[in-house]
Nanobody, 121 residues
Framework: QVQLVESGGGLVQTGGSLRLSCAAS????????MYWVRQAPGKGLEWVSV????????DYADSVKGRFTISRDNAKNTLTLQMNSLKPEDTALYYC??????????????RGQGTQVTVSS
């Protein structure tokens, strides 16, 4: 059973920073591309960022490009999202997610329970 546990969310003012973490277990973390996705109140899931298996390739949604940084530590089975210059529109439940298939970028399937990020104006 894939386990993904997010942490690090909270309440922050506009312009502030947060660092989200995701602890992965019960699968070979280093074999999979990993994602951060989010869901704002009343809206659908939005892809935020993705990172390849070794951490050398990343991609970001236009809405967060230049402000968020995704990284991973395969030795610790940990995925991280550094969020800077936060805006009220970043308010959402943030999920760590795993790709459906090993070694390739496809689409995410498994998600954790999420961590809430709230940005006040």
């Amino acid at each position: 059973q894939v386990q993904l546990v997010e942490s690090g969310g909270g309440l922050v003012q506009t312009g502030g920073s947060l660092r989200l973490s995701c602890a992965a277990s019960e699968f070979t973390f280093s074999d999979y591309w990993m994602y951060w996705v989010r869901q704002a109140p009343g809206k659908g899931l939005e892809w935020v960022s993705v990172i390849n298996t070794v951490g050398g390739l990343t991609d970001y949604a236009d809405s967060v490009k230049g402000r968020f940084t995704i990284s991973r530590d395969n030795a610790k089975n940990t995925l991280t999202l550094q969020m800077n210059s936060l805006k009220p529109e970043d308010t959402a439940l943030y999920y760590c997610a795993r790709d459906r298939f090993p070694s390739v970028r496809s689409s995410y399937d498994y998600r954790g329970q999420g961590t809430q990020v709230t940005v006040s104006s």
